[in-house]
């Protein structure tokens, strides 16, 4: 505590010398500056107080002085740096040099100060006394108390008693806890500061009882509840060791700050004391309000030693079914961490399908059944979901929470051996919709190669095609793709019509060589051309793009029916279009798209590619079709997208002309795009009907 203030008081000093001016400074002979800070001589320093006068100048060389003196200084300077605190300008140099200085002349200076000053230079002046510890000026803080001062030298007294720390200023500071009734918060606050400061030497010294005594004297009215939170708390520790008795008395106590303190010990007492501490707490737990409850169990919960999880075990199986949601809840936040330590218990005693509770606890406790290790926890929900019946699951039924928490744990802990239980769950007739959700969603993170067949039989009542992508992505992304795909191809070779409509979807997701080939197959099989080539124009795997081609285009060359010619052309433009392929490549695609459609209104949908393609073979490629008149218009449209989208840059040198030699090849390119859009442009001002496009190219021939 000394060094904390003896640095503020040094910072305060060197913030007053940066305040003065400059001049004032550089008005004092360097030479004498020199001379006061290094001599060793302590009259000169003297000499140099008992100069008269307060200016700029006076008082940096007496602060100068004073902290030389602080160093060097002895009894003889005590009366001349005593002359000083009188002064606003100059106690804090005189006090910060009596503080340092040995012996009973700084402690007679500055009792003297402190009983006949007032306001800030008294306060200054107790303050320093505080800092030497001086406890012979106890009767004169009593004297000056008695006689009713102001705040600012009541709460100095109280701060400074505290630093002294001894068996009188320890009484003093008691008596004044009892006696205080400022309405001043700030005195209060001091005299909080002041018990807590005591207190801590105390505790430090070893001196425990009275350390305690101390610190529980703040648990009162006038002061704030965080002083008294504090207090309280530093009591319990500062007993050494763990009072039990304190804690359960706390626990229960009126005093929320209180409880709050003995709360905050619960969590910190060592591992060693919980043999001691736990049962106790939990012996009172029932009898403690709800609210209270619910904190207790958290705190313990909290708790790492093994010890305390194993004791309080029982106690939050109990509390699970407690009639407040909240105890409930802080029981099975805690189950999570206790419940490994004898899971079979832990299962019994939160059996979720029985548990009908707020959904916050059913998600605490699907937490806290997922974190337990074991084949338990596995075990326990097989039986539940093996055990169901179509009464229990229809939608006619009961609450379902709890069933659906089984779900979930079975989703969340990946339990394989669920999945004939999902499936039947999933296909029961009249079963709630949460339920078959709920089963679908496990079986789409239990599948494997094993039950792949069973995951596609539990789709079978499943209407919702958005949703069955959804769950088959979730399913199969996690299996390798090819290996996956042939599990599927197997499936839907083997099945009836209605199954293979399912399983499209199901392909589709998968992609890669074999899915997609098995979809092409099914192109050209009558009852599955349908569905099969609409897959095929949905297919949305960037690594199949160029297989998809060819299978479409294939299909509007080959196909013999008008409908799926159609489907094969409109899928086969859609890959250029959608798919990020190679420039040369899209284009060229567009040339094959426009020269196999028959119908001009799928010839049309080429020139939505072009403007997708920010280059100038793109805009080339465009007004390629403008010989063709039922077309031309599109390919102008499609030419100056494609041209205003460009952002070509200029040449160091005039594009008009011929490349100069030594040109770098960055600009020739420059220059020869430049020259291409721009013809361009200006072949469709002389042809384009169309006013809009004219004043468009213009302007891109403007740009350069």
Same mark, same amino acid.
């Not at 800092?131 to 009767?139: E, F, G, K, M, Y």
């Given at each position: 505590?000394?060094?904390?203030?003896?640095?503020?008081?040094?910072?305060?000093?060197?913030?007053?010398?940066?305040?003065?001016?400059?001049?004032?400074?550089?008005?004092?002979?360097?030479?004498?500056?020199?001379?006061?800070?290094?001599?060793?001589?302590?009259?000169?320093?003297?000499?140099?107080?008992?100069?008269?006068?307060?200016?700029?100048? /006076?008082?940096?060389?007496?602060?100068?002085?004073?902290?030389?003196?602080?160093?060097?200084?002895? /009894?003889?300077?005590?009366?001349?740096?005593?002359?000083?605190?009188?002064?606003?300008?100059?106690? %804090?140099?005189?006090?910060?040099?009596?503080?340092?200085?040995?012996?009973?002349?700084?402690?007679?200076?500055?009792?003297?100060?402190?009983?006949?000053?007032?306001?800030?230079?008294?306060?200054?002046?107790?303050?320093?006394?505080?800092?030497?510890?001086?406890?012979?000026?106890?009767?004169?803080?009593?004297?000056?108390?008695?006689?009713?001062?102001?705040?600012?030298?009541?709460?100095?007294?109280?701060?400074?008693?505290?630093?002294?720390?001894?068996?009188?200023?320890?009484?003093?500071?008691?008596?004044?806890?009892?006696?205080?009734?400022?309405?001043?918060?700030?005195?209060?606050?001091?005299?909080? /500061?002041?018990?807590?400061?005591?207190?801590?030497?105390?505790?430090?010294?070893?001196?425990?009882?009275?350390?305690?005594?101390?610190?529980?004297?703040?648990?009162?009215?006038?002061?704030?509840?965080?002083?008294?939170?504090?207090?309280?708390?530093?009591?319990?520790?500062?007993?050494?060791?763990?009072?039990?008795?304190?804690?359960?008395?706390?626990?229960?106590?009126?005093?929320?700050?209180?409880?709050?303190?003995?709360?905050?010990?619960?969590?910190?007492?060592?591992?060693?004391?919980?043999?001691?501490?736990?049962?106790?707490?939990?012996?009172?737990?029932?009898?403690?309000?709800?609210?209270?409850?619910?904190?207790?169990?958290?705190?313990?919960?909290?708790?790492?030693?093994?010890?305390?999880?194993?004791?309080? $075990?029982?106690?939050?199986?109990?509390?699970?079914?407690?009639?407040?949601?909240?105890?409930?809840?802080?029981?099975?936040?805690?189950?999570?961490?206790?419940?490994?330590?004898?899971?079979?218990?832990?299962?019994?005693?939160?059996?979720?399908? !029985?548990?009908?509770?707020?959904?916050?606890?059913?998600?605490?406790?699907?937490?806290?059944? %997922?974190?337990?290790?074991?084949?338990? %926890?596995?075990?326990?929900? $097989?039986?539940?979901?093996?055990?169901?019946?179509?009464?229990?699951?229809?939608?006619?039924?009961? @609450?379902?929470?709890?069933?659906?928490?089984?779900?979930?744990?079975?989703?969340?802990?990946?339990?394989?051996?669920?999945?004939?239980?999902?499936?039947?769950?999933?296909?029961?007739?009249?079963?709630?919709?949460?339920?078959?959700?709920?089963?679908?969603?496990?079986?789409?993170?239990?599948?494997?190669?094993?039950?792949?067949?069973?995951?596609? @039989?539990?789709?079978?009542?499943?209407?919702?095609?958005?949703?069955?992508?959804?769950?088959?992505?979730?399913?199969?992304?996690?299996?390798?793709?090819?290996?996956?795909?042939?599990?599927?191809?197997?499936?839907?070779?083997?099945?009836?019509?209605?199954?293979?409509?399912?399983?499209?979807?199901?392909?589709?997701?998968?992609?890669?060589?074999?899915?997609?080939?098995?979809?092409?197959?099914?192109?050209?099989?009558?009852?599955?051309?349908?569905?099969?080539?609409?897959?095929?124009?949905?297919?949305?795997?960037?690594?199949?793009?160029?297989?998809?081609?060819?299978?479409?285009?294939?299909?509007?060359?080959?196909?013999?029916?008008?409908?799926?010619?159609?489907?094969?052309?409109?899928?086969?433009?859609?890959?250029?279009?959608?798919?990020?392929?190679?420039?040369?490549?899209?284009?060229?695609?567009?040339?094959?798209?426009?020269?196999?459609?028959?119908?001009?209104? @799928?010839?049309?949908?080429?020139?939505?590619?072009?403007?997708?393609?920010?280059?100038?073979?793109?805009?080339?490629?465009?007004?390629?079709?403008?010989?063709?008149?039922?077309?031309?218009?599109?390919?102008?449209?499609?030419?100056?997208?494609?041209?205003?989208?460009?952002?070509?840059? !200029?040449?160091?040198? @005039?594009?008009?002309?011929?490349?100069?030699?030594?040109?770098?090849?960055?600009?020739?390119?420059?220059?020869?795009?430049?020259?291409?859009?721009?013809?361009?442009?200006?072949? %469709?001002?002389?042809?384009?009907?169309?006013?809009?496009?004219?004043?468009?190219?213009?302007?891109?021939?403007?740009?350069?």
């Amino acid at each position: 505590m000394k060094l904390k203030i003896y640095s503020f008081l040094f910072i305060a000093a060197i913030l007053c010398f940066a305040q003065m001016p400059l001049s004032s400074a550089l008005a004092i002979d360097a030479e004498y500056q020199q001379t006061l800070m290094r001599t060793t001589d302590e009259s000169v320093l003297i000499d140099a107080l008992a100069k008269e006068g307060e200016s700029d100048d /006076d008082v940096f060389a007496k602060s100068l002085a004073c902290k030389r003196l602080a160093i060097i200084g002895t /009894d003889a300077a005590v009366p001349a740096l005593a002359a000083m605190l009188p002064s606003e300008k100059l106690n %804090v140099y005189a006090r910060y040099a009596l503080e340092e200085i040995p012996g009973e002349a700084p402690n007679a200076a500055l009792q003297k100060a402190a009983k006949e000053l007032t306001g800030l230079t008294a306060v200054g002046a107790i303050d320093s006394i505080g800092v030497r510890r001086d406890a012979s000026a106890l009767p004169l803080f009593r004297e000056l108390l008695g006689a009713a001062p102001g705040n600012d030298v009541r709460k100095a007294i109280y701060l400074a008693a505290g630093n002294i720390a001894n068996d009188e200023s320890a009484a003093l500071l008691l008596e004044a806890v009892a006696g205080e009734a400022s309405d001043d918060l700030v005195v209060r606050m001091g005299l909080g /500061d002041a018990v807590l400061a005591c207190a801590d030497r105390f505790e430090k010294a070893g001196n425990s009882e009275k350390s305690a005594e101390l610190f529980e004297s703040l648990v009162c009215d006038k002061f704030p509840v965080c002083v008294q939170k504090a207090g309280s708390y530093r009591a319990l520790l500062a007993r050494g060791g763990v009072s039990v008795d304190k804690i359960l008395e706390k626990l229960q106590g009126e005093k929320y700050c209180c409880f709050s303190a003995a709360l905050k010990t619960l969590r910190e007492f060592s591992d060693e004391d919980a043999a001691t501490v736990v049962p106790a707490v939990i012996a009172i737990v029932p009898n403690l309000p709800v609210d209270r409850k619910a904190l207790v169990l958290r705190a313990l919960g909290d708790r790492k030693d093994d010890a305390t999880r194993q004791a309080m $075990l029982p106690l939050l199986i109990e509390n699970l079914n407690n009639e407040s949601v909240e105890v409930q809840l802080a029981a099975a936040k805690a189950l999570a961490n206790v419940g490994k330590y004898d899971v079979e218990a832990a299962i019994k005693g939160a059996r979720a399908e !029985k548990f009908q509770a707020d959904q916050a606890v059913v998600d605490a406790l699907v937490a806290a059944a %997922v974190a337990m290790p074991g084949d338990a %926890v596995d075990n326990a929900m $097989l039986e539940i979901v093996n055990g169901v019946t179509a009464e229990e699951l229809s939608q006619d039924a009961a @609450d379902s929470t709890g069933f659906a928490a089984v779900l979930k744990i079975i989703e969340e802990r990946r339990t394989s051996a669920a999945a004939p239980a999902l499936v039947k769950i999933a296909n029961t007739p009249n079963v709630k919709p949460e339920l078959r959700n709920g089963a679908l969603d496990a079986l789409s993170e239990i599948v494997s190669f094993d039950n792949l067949s069973l995951f596609v @039989d539990a789709l079978e009542n499943e209407s919702d095609d958005a949703r069955i992508d959804w769950l088959l992505r979730a399913a199969c992304t996690r299996l390798p793709r090819e290996e996956c795909a042939a599990e599927i191809v197997k499936i839907f070779e083997a099945s009836d019509l209605a199954k293979k409509m399912k399983l499209f979807g199901l392909l589709k997701q998968i992609g890669g060589p074999t899915a997609l080939a098995c979809v092409e197959k099914a192109c050209w099989n009558g009852e599955t051309s349908d569905p099969a080539s609409a897959t095929l124009g949905q297919w949305n795997s960037p690594d199949d793009a160029k297989a998809v081609a060819e299978a479409c285009l294939k299909l509007a060359k080959e196909s013999k029916e008008n409908k799926y010619r159609v489907r094969g052309i409109r899928s086969y433009i859609r890959i250029p279009r959608q798919f990020n392929l190679p420039t040369a490549e899209r284009l060229a695609m567009c040339q094959t798209a426009f020269e196999t459609a028959v119908r001009p209104e @799928d010839k049309s949908l080429v020139f939505d590619i072009f403007p997708r393609i920010v280059e100038v073979s793109s805009a080339q490629a465009a007004m390629s079709y403008a010989g063709q008149a039922e077309y031309a218009e599109k390919a102008f449209e499609a030419t100056v997208i494609v041209a205003e989208k460009l952002n070509l840059g !200029k040449p160091d040198f @005039d594009w008009k002309g011929a490349n100069p030699e030594g040109a770098s090849a960055e600009n020739i390119a420059k220059a020869d795009a430049i020259r291409t859009i721009t013809g361009l442009m200006k072949e %469709v001002l002389g042809k384009t009907t169309n006013d809009d496009l004219k004043g468009r190219a213009q302007k891109v021939i403007d740009r350069y």
